[in-house]
């Protein structure tokens, strides 16, 4: 008897061992999708009408995402990634590779009703004409997606963190259905700004947390405050259905005129490594139950750092979208130190992600660097910037994007269009292939995949179809490793209900709105003019807004509005008509608006078009500028010298200057506090003696100043940079190196120098200062 009961014993063990324990996983059908758990395992998600089906092995579900019947390597979640990687990179086609190397240009969800930026349409129509859902893809998006094999998409705007879930799904269910199943890879430019006239509540109604500007938690000088940031904002970018943040910006920010100054980390670079690493550990890293391996899971967003070698030190601080703005100088021989945000920031991470997913090079010309092949083209078809430098010396291995149009042609130096600087006579194709071969891997901006193709050919020309083929699939392992390690492969899918009460939920709102407050700079506070007692009667002028153009051809009239939104200042103070009511003033003014650094009008007086770019409000002429500029030699100029020397400088925004003078002359000796929204740094000698205080942000909501205004909050934050005493030693500072230029000294003695601030106390002197200064 007990021999035939081990027998049967021994049976069911064999049994046991031969069906893996019988099944691990359950499935439950979603919105749209179904979701498959598996016990001690990933979940997965996948669209029933895809055509994609499960695969059991050993007890465990996998979705055979090529539909072949079999469980290969990278349908298999429990391999290491590079594994997998390597295995559908093999199975992937000459087409598909090329289609995985786009990178979408700009889509809004829903579409706009314009072609071009933003536009599409919906069975050849605009929205409002049809009917059609907001989160349905748009005829151009199906176009990319199935006919160019496209798989990473760049979001603007959405109409609600729902519609944006919704429409993620839709298109993943229609890319799994194709080909090998390769899930789409959603991206975003940063979308964490504040808008000054919201009211800080306990939720957002739906809208992204609320954050200072990136120079502006640069300003709280605290890496532990960016991680926070980056924790919150890729718990909503996933949620919103973004893999992929099209950030930081650690371009060291020495040249203060350049446009893009205050998407920064400021000027020092010690800094500004901590402030990009922290950012980048916040993003990348998943922990508990979104952890898949190695730090990456479901909470975790690809960071794309940007720009390689650092776009900061523009010449005159013109920028490079346009060919006026192509060269990156270096006259104080200071390269090395635009490396340090990436080589000691962020490819050194704290987290066990150990880098930066991917890197974006600038449009920049980095003149004159190259000391190998002698080129000076943009830093993406740079083989010495590109595979030398960033390949071979700092051995980065991750996805190198370029960024977006720098294929495009261009036909003069000041449209917005293609950004083909220093390969402006290639054809479209074979700067596709200068790239390649230079290192880079994926191509912004492009939604076609034939002229990759066609650099394929060119490839096979030259090299080989083995050697091409080979390359080809170098740049895929890279691209497919990104989307693998985010756990898009298992489960791309959102619960809508999820997202909406993922994004602005309350915890997000408050840490956000708390960073605004650690974000403001006190620059001066001349007899303790702050804090102000509350409900005391305020003088608040309208603003004067100047007519604008921007990079994309809209035109803004000029207008006048209200500097504040009246609502928020009369629960802290009671709103007043005029001085004569007033016990007090609050001017909101911005920093000067100075132009790009090149006039058409300039052009057509038979000047050679490069003008100088104000830092005041005031006119000034540019005596002191370079008699011959140290960059130049593009194909749509007869000249080389790009000098603005004796030339003026304006600025479009002069009256907020006169408002601030106007507003003292008028209250006499009752305080003025100017609050200055400044996005680069700024010549004050005009207007400071007629402030009592000021204070400055980079992007906060009105409420946040009111706080600090009144004494809820006290001011603790440092300047990230310097704040020029005048526009001669900035016409004399070197676009390369940081902290060269002489400070503003205020009335009360007070230099506006590189971690300068004020408390309530006076001046800031702390570990902070210490560690940094």
């Not at 507003?663 to 680069?680: F, L, Q, R, Y």
Request: net charge negative.
């Amino acid at each position: 008897m007990n021999s035939k009961i081990n027998s049967i014993l021994f049976s069911l063990f064999v049994l046991i061992l031969i069906t893996g324990c019988g099944s691990k996983w359950s499935e439950e059908t979603k919105n749209g999708y179904n979701l498959v758990l598996n016990d001690g395992g990933q979940t997965l998600g996948y669209s029933p009408q895809s055509g994609v089906t499960l695969i059991e092995e050993n007890g465990f579900a996998f979705k055979d995402l090529n539909k072949n019947g079999e469980l290969d390597v990278y349908e298999d979640w429990r391999r290491p990634v590079d594994e997998r990687a390597e295995d559908l990179a093999a199975q992937m086609s000459v087409e598909q590779i090329a289609g995985l190397m786009l990178y979408s240009g700009h889509q809004s969800i829903p579409a706009g009703s314009r072609r071009g930026f933003g536009g599409g349409t919906y069975n050849g129509k605009p929205l409002a004409e049809i009917d059609a859902s907001p989160s349905d893809l748009t005829d151009q998006q199906i176009q990319f997606l199935t006919e160019d094999n496209l798989r990473h998409v760049l979001i603007t705007s959405v109409q609600s963190p729902g519609i944006a879930a919704q429409w993620n799904n839709n298109m993943q269910a229609l890319v799994e259905g194709l080909g090998l199943g390769i899930p789409g890879n959603t991206s975003s430019d940063p979308r964490h700004g504040s808008d000054s006239y919201a009211e800080y509540n306990a939720g957002a109604g739906g809208d992204i947390s609320r954050w200072p500007g990136t120079l502006g938690l640069a300003a709280s000088f605290d890496p532990e405050l960016m991680q926070q940031f980056g924790n919150i904002g890729s718990r909503e970018y996933r949620a919103l259905g973004i893999a992929t943040a099209l950030s930081p910006q650690i371009d060291l920010a020495t040249e203060p005129r350049w446009s893009r100054f205050d998407g920064t980390m400021g000027e020092d670079p010690d800094l500004a490594a901590d402030m990009a690493r922290a950012y980048v550990d916040g993003f990348q890293t998943s922990g508990g139950e979104a952890h898949i391996s190695g730090g990456w899971g479901f909470h975790s967003v690809n960071a794309m750092v940007k720009h390689w070698p650092g776009g900061g030190p523009e010449e005159g601080g013109r920028d490079g979208h346009f060919g006026y703005g192509a060269y990156a100088v270096y006259p104080g021989d200071n390269f090395e130190d635009h490396l340090k945000p990436f080589t000691e920031g962020a490819f050194k991470l704290n987290g066990p992600t150990q880098k930066a997913s991917a890197v974006m090079p600038y449009y920049t010309i980095s003149w004159n660097i190259d000391t190998v092949y002698g080129e000076n083209v943009g830093n993406a078809f740079s083989k010495f910037i590109i595979d030398d430098l960033l390949r071979g010396t700092y051995g980065y291995d991750g996805v190198l994007c370029t960024d977006w149009g720098i294929t495009g042609d261009v036909s003069n130096v000041y449209e917005f269009r293609g950004k083909s600087w220093g390969v402006e006579e290639l054809t479209v194709a074979e700067r596709h292939y200068k790239a390649l071969m230079a290192g880079m891997d994926q191509f912004g901006g492009n939604n076609e995949m034939g002229p990759v193709l066609e650099a394929y050919k060119m490839g096979v020309e030259e090299h080989g179809e083995e050697f091409m083929r080979q390359r080809f699939e170098q740049s895929a392992i890279r691209l497919l490793r990104n989307i693998f390690n985010v756990g898009l492969f298992e489960n791309p899918y959102l619960d809508v209900a999820e997202t909406e009460a993922t994004v602005g939920n309350p915890e997000f709102m408050k840490a956000g709105y708390e960073a605004q407050l650690r974000s403001v700079v006190m620059l001066k506070n001349h007899a303790d003019a702050l804090p102000l007692e509350k409900q005391l009667k305020v003088y608040v002028p309208q603003k004067f807004i100047p007519a604008s153009t921007n990079w994309f051809g809209q035109e803004t009239p000029e207008r006048w509005e209200d500097a504040a939104s009246p609502d928020i200042v009369n629960k802290y103070f009671e709103w007043v008509d005029s001085p004569d009511e007033a016990d007090v003033a609050l001017v909101f003014i911005d920093s000067p608006q100075g132009g790009t650094g090149y006039s058409l009008e300039d052009v057509e007086k038979d000047g050679n078009g490069y003008v100088p770019i104000n830092l005041q409000y005031e006119d000034y002429v540019a005596t002191d500028a370079r008699d011959e500029s140290i960059a130049g030699g593009s194909p749509f100029e007869d000249f080389t010298n790009r000098s603005y020397k004796g030339k003026t400088g304006t600025s479009s925004n002069s009256y907020d200057q006169e408002m601030v003078n106007d507003t003292k002359a008028k209250m006499g000796a009752k305080p003025v506090i100017v609050i200055i929204d400044v996005s680069n740094p700024m010549v004050m000698r005009g207007f400071e003696e007629n402030a009592d205080a000021v204070l400055v942000h980079f992007g906060v909501q009105n409420q946040a100043v009111m706080e600090i205004i009144v004494g809820s909050s006290e001011p603790s934050a440092l300047l990230p940079f310097q704040m020029p005493a005048n526009m001669k030693t900035v016409d004399m500072q070197y676009e390369d190196v940081p902290r060269d230029m002489e400070s503003y000294e205020d009335e009360d003695g007070n230099r506006y120098d590189f971690a300068f601030g004020l408390n309530w106390e006076g001046v800031i002197n702390d570990e902070r200062v210490e560690q940094y200064r």
